[in-house]
């Protein structure tokens, strides 16, 4: 029984080329995920400026939509492994500028937002590239597997790096968390170098030229409006992200409501990586699970409920339960809500590497890292302006009821998407 819960490892076993992509992705954003650390307490150093460090999501956010939607439509036009490949070795020069800055003394709190600038845009190229190369190179009935193998690695990422960063920069300075990084990106460099060339299938001569441009950008959002099911992966993303992102509420849940500052609000970001983690642990059986569009709307109700959980473990630090127990219980919250976060990303993305054909997999990997990345700002910024006016608590309560709620209202609305039958993908 509990071998059947544990991690499908088939993908490492059937292919060699997904071993190795999977190892270097992995290493490689442990250190990018440790340069995000080091980069904000550089910033923090040089500016004692809190405004100065939010300033740095800006320098990452832009650049990721912008060249989200343009490196999804290079991926579907062009040699994926190339994409990868030339985008990844921009990302590799980033790492080592900012090792070179902090090894030569710099002081430039505008050449460090240049760096995350572009590393931003490198990753936002690379990564639709790399997620549309996975249905090339293992059967399509493998993908559940795979996406848990990779929702597990970020996880760890999300985890492992930030608390490697704090050693490193005690240790050495922000010089030593730049190098790593920079070693752990020729993990991926190498795994896409091994790499076969993955050029577009055979085009349709009556859909007329491929070029990467606007209109090829176009084309995919396009595309979205005659694919219901594949549209509603992201609809179902943006409606818990909008109405349940909780992160706005973690500072004042540390430094007032349940107490502990610092510490108490790492925890918080920590307890839904290490919930997904779990999560993966224990993901045997999600390679059989054939309603798939009705395990995202399960799964991002789980997500809504796991907010409001954490929500009443706010309310009740404020009346007579102990900020101890309130503690254990929005940790738990958060755990569950991550879990379920991370069973919702691994049907998202088979269901849009699987329905989607080929010619489209990039432009739409493209359009997910948009909603990924913007989806959780705009969630933030309307939390805030909620919090304001009727308290962190009750924001997270009534947040986590609507995501709920809006669950129930897309079930209703799209019932082809709850019938979804991943035997037979369609888009």
């Known amino acids: 029984m509990l071998r059947s819960l544990l991690p499908d490892l088939t993908p490492f076993r059937v292919s060699s080329d997904y071993r190795r992509l999977w190892t270097g992705f992995t290493l490689s954003n442990i250190g990018s995920q440790m340069a995000v650390v080091a980069i904000g307490l550089q910033v923090y ?24 939607l343009y490196g999804g439509a290079l991926a579907d036009h062009l040699d994926r492994r190339t994409v990868g ?60 597997a795979a996406n848990a193998l990779s929702v597990f690695a970020m996880n760890t990422a999300l985890t492992a790096g930030p608390l490697l960063a704090g050693v490193l920069v005690d240790w050495g300075g922000y010089r030593s968390a730049y190098t790593v990084d920079a070693c752990l990106t020729l993990a991926a460099l190498h795994s896409l170098w091994r790499l076969h060339a993955i050029p577009p299938e055979p085009h349709d001569e009556t859909e007329g030229p491929r070029r990467a441009g606007l209109r090829s950008v176009l084309d995919g959002f396009s595309f979205l409006r005659t694919a219901p099911n594949v549209r509603m992966t992201f609809v179902a993303d943006i409606a818990a992200m909008l109405l349940a992102q909780p992160r706005v509420l973690f500072p004042a849940a540390g430094a007032v409501i349940l107490g502990g500052g610092a510490r108490t609000v790492g925890a918080l970001y920590a307890a839904a990586a290490v919930g ?37 473990a706010l309310l009740a630090a404020d009346g007579a339960v102990s900020r101890g127990h309130a503690l254990v219980a929005a940790l738990g919250a958060m755990a569950f809500a991550g879990a379920a976060d991370s069973v919702s990303a691994v049907f998202r993305t088979t269901i849009l590497q699987s329905a989607a054909p080929d010619r489209m997999r990039g432009r739409l990997q493209g359009v997910f890292i948009v909603v990924v990345a913007g989806g959780p700002r705009l969630g933030e910024l309307a939390g805030g302006g909620v919090a304001v006016r009727i308290g962190e608590g009750w924001t997270a309560v009534a947040g986590g009821l609507a995501c709920v709620a809006a669950v129930v209202v897309l079930a209703l609305l799209q019932p082809g998407f709850v019938r979804y039958d991943a035997r037979h993908p369609t888009p």
């Open 45 to 68: 150093g040089l500016t004692g400026s809190t405004a100065s460090v939010g300033v740095v999501g800006l320098f990452a956010l832009v650049p990721l939509v912008v060249m989200g």
């Open 85 to 144: 490949l030339v985008a990844t070795l921009v990302a590799f020069a980033t790492s080592v500028a900012a090792a070179a800055q902090a090894w030569l003394g710099s002081t430039s709190v505008w050449l460090l937002y240049g760096i995350v600038a572009v590393w931003s845009g490198a990753f936002a190229v690379s990564s639709p590239a790399r997620s549309s190369i996975y249905p090339r190179i293992l059967p399509l009935e493998q993908l559940p």
């Open 276 to 312: 997904g983690i779990l999560a993966m642990l224990l993901s045997g059986r999600l390679g059989g699970v054939r309603r798939q569009g009705l395990a995202i709307l399960v799964s991002v109700a789980g997500w809504g409920v796991g907010i409001a959980g954490l929500g009443v």
